[in-house]
Protein backbone atom coordinates (compact mmCIF):
# COMPACT_ATOMS: atom_id res chain seq x y z
CA UNK A 1 0.00 0.00 0.00
CA UNK A 2 1.52 3.03 -0.91
CA UNK A 3 1.49 6.47 1.42
CA UNK A 4 -0.06 9.50 -0.85
CA UNK A 5 2.12 12.54 -0.64
CA UNK A 6 -0.61 14.94 -0.51
CA UNK A 7 1.34 18.70 -1.46
CA UNK A 8 -1.96 20.61 -0.60
CA UNK A 9 -2.23 19.74 2.77
CA UNK A 10 1.90 19.65 3.22
CA UNK A 11 1.74 23.36 1.77
CA UNK A 12 -1.61 24.79 4.01
CA UNK A 13 0.59 23.28 6.98
CA UNK A 14 3.70 25.70 6.05
CA UNK A 15 1.91 28.94 4.90
CA UNK A 16 0.25 28.41 8.31
CA UNK A 17 3.42 28.21 9.80
CA UNK A 18 5.02 31.02 7.65
CA UNK A 19 1.81 32.84 8.44
CA UNK A 20 2.44 32.27 12.59
CA UNK A 21 6.25 33.69 11.88
CA UNK A 22 5.18 37.11 9.67
CA UNK A 23 3.10 37.14 13.11
CA UNK A 24 5.99 37.06 15.95
CA UNK A 25 8.19 39.23 13.89
CA UNK A 26 5.18 42.06 13.66
CA UNK A 27 4.86 41.54 17.02
CA UNK A 28 8.01 42.42 18.09
CA UNK A 29 7.93 45.79 15.63
CA UNK A 30 9.57 44.37 12.16
CA UNK A 31 8.10 44.51 9.04
CA UNK A 32 6.47 42.14 6.89
CA UNK A 33 8.22 40.29 4.09
CA UNK A 34 7.60 42.21 0.52
CA UNK A 35 7.39 40.40 -2.35
CA UNK A 36 7.76 42.32 -5.49
CA UNK A 37 6.46 40.93 -9.35
CA UNK A 38 7.24 41.91 -12.67
CA UNK A 39 4.05 41.04 -14.66
CA UNK A 40 5.09 42.00 -18.76
CA UNK A 41 2.10 41.43 -21.05
CA UNK A 42 -1.51 39.46 -20.72
CA UNK A 43 -0.09 35.86 -21.00
CA UNK A 44 -3.33 33.97 -19.29
CA UNK A 45 -1.03 31.70 -16.95
CA UNK A 46 1.44 34.21 -15.78
CA UNK A 47 -1.90 36.19 -14.98
CA UNK A 48 -2.74 33.29 -13.08
CA UNK A 49 0.21 32.59 -11.53
CA UNK A 50 0.72 36.35 -10.15
CA UNK A 51 -2.43 36.44 -8.98
CA UNK A 52 -2.05 33.44 -6.78
CA UNK A 53 1.19 34.53 -5.30
CA UNK A 54 -0.44 37.73 -4.65
CA UNK A 55 -3.00 36.20 -2.51
CA UNK A 56 -0.82 33.95 -1.01
CA UNK A 57 1.07 36.78 0.14
CA UNK A 58 -1.99 38.25 1.66
CA UNK A 59 -2.54 34.75 3.47
CA UNK A 60 0.34 35.20 5.45
CA UNK A 61 0.69 38.69 6.13
CA UNK A 62 3.47 39.80 3.24
CA UNK A 63 3.73 42.63 1.78
CA UNK A 64 3.04 42.56 -1.99
CA UNK A 65 3.54 44.79 -5.09
CA UNK A 66 2.53 43.69 -8.71
CA UNK A 67 4.36 45.97 -11.81
CA UNK A 68 2.51 45.70 -14.76
CA UNK A 69 4.64 46.51 -17.67
CA UNK A 70 3.27 46.61 -21.46
CA UNK A 71 3.73 43.80 -23.91
CA UNK A 72 5.97 46.07 -25.67
CA UNK A 73 7.74 47.35 -23.30
CA UNK A 74 11.48 48.15 -23.77
CA UNK A 75 14.36 46.00 -22.66
CA UNK A 76 15.97 49.33 -21.01
CA UNK A 77 12.75 50.23 -19.58
CA UNK A 78 12.45 46.46 -17.77
CA UNK A 79 15.68 46.28 -16.81
CA UNK A 80 15.41 49.93 -15.56
CA UNK A 81 12.11 48.91 -12.79
CA UNK A 82 14.64 45.66 -12.02
CA UNK A 83 17.39 48.10 -11.50
CA UNK A 84 15.13 50.34 -9.26
CA UNK A 85 13.30 47.60 -7.16
CA UNK A 86 16.73 46.40 -6.43
CA UNK A 87 17.85 49.60 -4.74
CA UNK A 88 14.57 50.05 -2.90
CA UNK A 89 15.40 48.57 1.07
CA UNK A 90 11.52 48.14 1.10
CA UNK A 91 10.99 45.26 -1.15
CA UNK A 92 13.01 42.15 -0.14
CA UNK A 93 12.21 39.36 -2.74
CA UNK A 94 11.61 40.40 -6.82
CA UNK A 95 10.44 37.87 -9.19
CA UNK A 96 9.76 38.82 -13.11
CA UNK A 97 7.13 36.66 -14.35
CA UNK A 98 8.30 33.99 -17.04
CA UNK A 99 8.12 33.81 -20.19
CA UNK A 100 8.48 37.30 -21.50
CA UNK A 101 7.58 38.33 -24.65
CA UNK A 102 10.18 37.10 -27.68
CA UNK A 103 11.57 39.98 -27.98
CA UNK A 104 13.17 40.45 -24.59
CA UNK A 105 15.81 39.26 -23.22
CA UNK A 106 15.20 36.93 -20.24
CA UNK A 107 18.78 35.85 -19.50
CA UNK A 108 19.60 39.45 -19.06
CA UNK A 109 17.01 40.20 -16.96
CA UNK A 110 17.47 37.15 -14.43
CA UNK A 111 21.35 38.37 -14.24
CA UNK A 112 20.45 41.95 -13.56
CA UNK A 113 17.93 41.16 -10.28
CA UNK A 114 20.61 41.47 -7.33
CA UNK A 115 21.21 37.81 -5.84
CA UNK A 116 20.26 38.91 -2.62
CA UNK A 117 16.55 39.54 -4.15
CA UNK A 118 16.32 36.65 -6.56
CA UNK A 119 13.85 34.65 -4.31
CA UNK A 120 13.06 32.67 -7.87
CA UNK A 121 16.78 31.17 -7.36
CA UNK A 122 17.45 31.99 -11.42
CA UNK A 123 20.07 33.84 -10.95
CA UNK A 124 23.50 32.15 -11.94
CA UNK A 125 25.18 33.19 -8.51
CA UNK A 126 22.08 31.44 -6.69
CA UNK A 127 22.10 28.23 -9.17
CA UNK A 128 26.16 28.48 -8.49
CA UNK A 129 26.19 28.58 -4.87
CA UNK A 130 23.26 25.91 -4.13
CA UNK A 131 26.00 23.55 -6.66
CA UNK A 132 29.05 23.95 -4.40
CA UNK A 133 26.68 23.66 -1.19
CA UNK A 134 26.54 27.13 -0.17
CA UNK A 135 23.44 29.35 0.86
CA UNK A 136 21.63 30.08 -1.56
CA UNK A 137 17.75 30.94 -2.98
CA UNK A 138 16.55 27.67 -4.29
CA UNK A 139 14.08 27.49 -7.08
CA UNK A 140 10.44 26.89 -6.28
CA UNK A 141 9.84 24.03 -7.05
CA UNK A 142 13.33 22.10 -5.98
CA UNK A 143 12.88 23.45 -3.20
CA UNK A 144 8.96 22.32 -3.13
CA UNK A 145 10.36 18.55 -4.09
CA UNK A 146 13.09 18.80 -1.11
CA UNK A 147 10.87 19.46 1.44
CA UNK A 148 8.04 17.25 0.78
CA UNK A 149 10.60 14.59 0.95
CA UNK A 150 11.80 15.80 4.20
CA UNK A 151 8.53 16.20 5.38
CA UNK A 152 7.13 12.44 4.54
CA UNK A 153 10.56 11.43 6.35
CA UNK A 154 11.19 10.08 2.35
CA UNK A 155 14.73 8.04 2.89
CA UNK A 156 17.41 9.18 0.53
CA UNK A 157 20.76 8.96 1.61
CA UNK A 158 22.62 6.13 -0.70
CA UNK A 159 19.45 5.34 -2.75
CA UNK A 160 19.18 5.27 -6.67
CA UNK A 161 17.67 8.84 -7.94
CA UNK A 162 16.53 8.66 -11.07
CA UNK A 163 15.80 12.31 -12.64
CA UNK A 164 13.43 12.35 -15.97
CA UNK A 165 14.06 15.96 -17.71
CA UNK A 166 16.96 18.27 -17.58
CA UNK A 167 15.73 21.74 -17.73
CA UNK A 168 17.64 24.55 -15.82
CA UNK A 169 14.41 25.38 -13.82
CA UNK A 170 13.57 21.65 -12.29
CA UNK A 171 16.28 18.65 -13.58
CA UNK A 172 19.22 20.05 -13.62
CA UNK A 173 18.77 21.03 -9.94
CA UNK A 174 16.71 18.65 -8.32
CA UNK A 175 19.56 16.35 -9.47
CA UNK A 176 22.31 17.99 -8.00
CA UNK A 177 20.39 18.84 -5.03
CA UNK A 178 19.34 14.95 -4.24
CA UNK A 179 23.39 14.36 -5.12
CA UNK A 180 24.66 17.01 -1.76
CA UNK A 181 25.80 15.62 1.15
CA UNK A 182 22.97 16.71 3.20
CA UNK A 183 19.54 15.47 4.00
CA UNK A 184 17.33 14.91 2.03
CA UNK A 185 20.33 13.92 -0.45
CA UNK A 186 23.30 11.80 -0.50
CA UNK A 187 21.50 10.04 -3.31
CA UNK A 188 23.32 8.52 -6.43
CA UNK A 189 21.51 10.46 -8.85
CA UNK A 190 21.08 9.92 -12.89
CA UNK A 191 19.84 12.18 -14.96
CA UNK A 192 17.55 11.01 -17.70
CA UNK A 193 16.69 13.33 -20.67
CA UNK A 194 15.08 12.87 -24.12
CA UNK A 195 18.39 11.32 -25.70
CA UNK A 196 19.07 8.49 -23.09
CA UNK A 197 18.61 4.95 -24.98
CA UNK A 198 16.62 2.49 -23.09
CA UNK A 199 15.09 4.89 -20.28
CA UNK A 200 13.38 1.88 -18.47
CA UNK A 201 16.32 0.04 -17.78
CA UNK A 202 17.34 3.49 -15.68
CA UNK A 203 13.42 3.56 -14.13
CA UNK A 204 13.32 0.27 -13.16
CA UNK A 205 16.57 0.40 -11.08
CA UNK A 206 15.32 3.77 -9.12
CA UNK A 207 14.39 3.95 -6.04
CA UNK A 208 13.07 7.39 -6.39
CA UNK A 209 12.14 8.64 -9.59
CA UNK A 210 11.37 12.56 -10.40
CA UNK A 211 9.78 12.64 -13.49
CA UNK A 212 9.90 16.20 -14.78
CA UNK A 213 9.66 15.97 -18.68
CA UNK A 214 6.29 17.23 -19.22
CA UNK A 215 4.73 14.51 -20.80
CA UNK A 216 1.05 13.23 -19.82
CA UNK A 217 1.14 10.06 -18.59
CA UNK A 218 4.61 9.10 -19.71
CA UNK A 219 6.15 7.21 -16.93
CA UNK A 220 3.75 3.43 -16.61
CA UNK A 221 3.70 0.35 -14.02
CA UNK A 222 6.10 -2.11 -16.38
CA UNK A 223 8.97 1.33 -15.95
CA UNK A 224 9.55 0.84 -12.27
CA UNK A 225 10.27 -1.53 -9.81
CA UNK A 226 7.89 -2.50 -6.75
CA UNK A 227 8.70 -0.34 -3.56
CA UNK A 228 9.81 3.38 -5.65
CA UNK A 229 9.09 6.64 -4.54
CA UNK A 230 8.07 8.64 -7.40
CA UNK A 231 7.92 12.80 -7.28
CA UNK A 232 5.31 13.56 -10.63
CA UNK A 233 6.60 17.16 -11.73
CA UNK A 234 4.28 17.16 -14.86
CA UNK A 235 1.47 19.14 -15.25
CA UNK A 236 -0.61 18.81 -19.07
CA UNK A 237 -3.67 19.54 -19.97
CA UNK A 238 -5.25 17.01 -22.10
CA UNK A 239 -9.29 17.79 -23.69
CA UNK A 240 -11.20 15.81 -21.61
CA UNK A 241 -15.43 15.41 -22.08
CA UNK A 242 -15.60 13.75 -18.95
CA UNK A 243 -14.92 17.20 -17.06
CA UNK A 244 -17.62 20.08 -17.06
CA UNK A 245 -14.25 22.36 -18.07
CA UNK A 246 -13.63 19.89 -21.37
CA UNK A 247 -10.04 19.71 -19.54
CA UNK A 248 -8.48 17.43 -17.03
CA UNK A 249 -4.91 17.65 -15.64
CA UNK A 250 -2.56 14.93 -15.89
CA UNK A 251 1.08 14.20 -14.63
CA UNK A 252 3.98 12.72 -15.97
CA UNK A 253 3.14 9.50 -14.56
CA UNK A 254 0.34 7.06 -15.01
CA UNK A 255 -0.59 6.72 -11.37
CA UNK A 256 -3.36 4.45 -11.95
CA UNK A 257 -0.78 1.58 -12.84
CA UNK A 258 2.55 3.09 -10.99
CA UNK A 259 1.04 3.63 -7.51
CA UNK A 260 0.03 0.11 -6.62
CA UNK A 261 3.98 -0.63 -6.81
CA UNK A 262 4.84 2.84 -4.96
CA UNK A 263 5.97 3.47 -1.63
CA UNK A 264 5.07 6.86 -1.80
CA UNK A 265 3.85 8.81 -4.47
CA UNK A 266 2.80 12.74 -5.49
CA UNK A 267 -0.63 12.98 -7.09
CA UNK A 268 -1.57 15.38 -10.24
CA UNK A 269 -2.98 17.91 -9.19
CA UNK A 270 -2.24 18.06 -5.47
CA UNK A 271 1.33 17.13 -5.14
CA UNK A 272 4.28 19.50 -6.19
CA UNK A 273 2.30 22.29 -7.41
CA UNK A 274 0.97 23.71 -4.52
CA UNK A 275 4.61 23.41 -3.08
CA UNK A 276 5.87 26.07 -5.23
CA UNK A 277 4.06 28.96 -4.10
CA UNK A 278 4.87 28.67 -0.45
CA UNK A 279 8.75 27.79 -1.18
CA UNK A 280 8.75 31.48 -2.68
CA UNK A 281 7.19 32.60 0.47
CA UNK A 282 9.76 30.88 2.21
CA UNK A 283 12.52 32.48 0.34
CA UNK A 284 11.13 36.02 1.05
CA UNK A 285 11.02 35.49 4.29
CA UNK A 286 14.40 33.93 4.56
CA UNK A 287 15.53 37.25 2.29
CA UNK A 288 13.98 39.37 5.20
CA UNK A 289 15.89 37.61 7.84
CA UNK A 290 18.91 37.82 5.75
CA UNK A 291 19.68 34.13 6.26
CA UNK A 292 20.93 33.65 2.68
CA UNK A 293 23.38 36.42 2.42
CA UNK A 294 23.85 37.85 6.30
N1 LIG B 1 6.84 31.04 -14.83
C1 LIG B 1 6.47 29.78 -14.49
N2 LIG B 1 6.97 29.44 -13.30
C2 LIG B 1 7.68 30.49 -12.87
C3 LIG B 1 8.44 30.75 -11.68
O1 LIG B 1 8.58 29.92 -10.79
N3 LIG B 1 9.02 31.97 -11.60
C4 LIG B 1 8.91 32.90 -12.59
N4 LIG B 1 9.52 34.05 -12.41
N5 LIG B 1 8.23 32.69 -13.68
C5 LIG B 1 7.62 31.50 -13.83
Request: aromatic fraction near 4%; hydrophobic fraction near 40%; glycine fraction near 8%.
Amino acid sequence: MYTLIDGKKTSAEIREEIRREVAEIRRQGGKAPHLAAILVGHDGASETYVAAKEKACREVGFDSTVIRLEEDVTQEELLDHVRHINEDPAVDGLIVQLPLPAHLDEQQVIETIRPEKDVDGFHPVNVGRMTIGLPAFISATPAGILELLRRYKVETGGKHCVVIGRSNIVGKPVSILLSRKEEPGNCTVTLCHSRTHDLTAFTRQADIIIAALGKARFLTGEMVKEGVTVIDVGITRVRSDKTRSGWKLYGDVDFETVAPKSRFITPVPGGVGPMTIVSLLRNTLLSAQKVIYP
